[in-house]
């Protein structure tokens, strides 16, 4: 290898091997920093089983939760269906109006009906309509939430029972078609795991109720889709006549179906309540909902 030349012109003589001063530089090697084990803070020893809160003592960790009581509300919903209800007899009344004008023409095809008369049934069947609407959309929304209760404390009574997670209490509603079975099977679930024994036979606290009130509800989901339909289309005297039949006929259902709702959510309440008394009575702690599994088996629904 050939040794570099000095620039042509500097003049510079090379340095002599061993002259350069950085070359006689010693740099002592970096000594090793000794690792150090963790040192916890002052007064604040981690213990197993133990969770700490800044500030607080540490407390252990409950293998339990406690039951949210289903009482207020269950009488929240108990009001508000009845209101519905209330509301629904004045849809079938206003709409009873509107047809009895509109038969009077075709009984009487001279027959006149005044400017204020139409008037004053195009109003009341507006209000009627406005305030059935505003109720059912508040009872379904606090419906929504009493059942997601219900379920989350069937959970607790009995998480083994359970195919599907507490959200499907709320989700379910808003699957389009599955929305007619979903919602049933969580109820199903959740009287079972809230009878005075889960795993009796389903004729122990059969759930009669139930079904009859969710055949209502779908009944009436129905005939409400098809009334609307039909009154949405309707000009003539005749058509007015068949939808507000065909209107008073799905409100007499959903009537019902308010009815059947009031006494599943009272007697569901009850048996949560009762349930809920006696093992705080027996003084037996409630363990914490675990995740369906194959703890136990699952009636089909």
Known sequence: MSTPMPASGSGAPEPEPGSDRLSKAVVP????????????APGLTPTPGLTATPGLTPTPASPYR???????????????????????V?????????RRL???????????????DAELADSLFLMATVAQILLYVASVVVFIVWFHRVRSNGGVFAPDRFTRGPGWA????????????????????????SR?????????????????????FVASWLASRYADRVWDKAESPEQIVSAATAVMAATAVDILAAVLAILF???LTRM?????????????PVPAATAPGPAGPVPAV
């Not at 005075?196 to 209502?216: F, G, I, K, M, V």
């Open 170 to 193: 709320i989700g379910g509603w808003f699957i389009p078609f599955a929305a007619l079975w979903i919602p049933c099977g969580v109820a199903i679930q959740t009287w079972r795991a």
């Open 102 to 116: 509109m038969a009077s023409l075709l009984d009487q095809p001279f027959a006149e009906v005044t400017d204020r």
């Open 265 to 267: 959510v009272r007697r």
């Open 196 to 216: 005075t024994d889960p795993y009796a036979a389903d004729d122990h606290e059969p759930r009669t109720l139930l079904h009859l009130w969710w055949a209502a």
């Open 66 to 88: 406690p039951l949210v009581s289903p009482v207020g509300l269950g009488r929240a919903v108990v009001i508000l269906l009845a209101l519905v209800a209330v509301a629904d």
């Open 272 to 284: 949560q309540h009762t349930k809920a008394l006696a093992l705080a009575g027996a003084g037996a």
């Open 90 to 98: 004045l849809v079938i009344g206003a709409t009873y109006n509107i």
């Open 29 to 40: 090697e970096p000594k090793p920093v000794p690792e150090l084990d963790p040192v916890p």
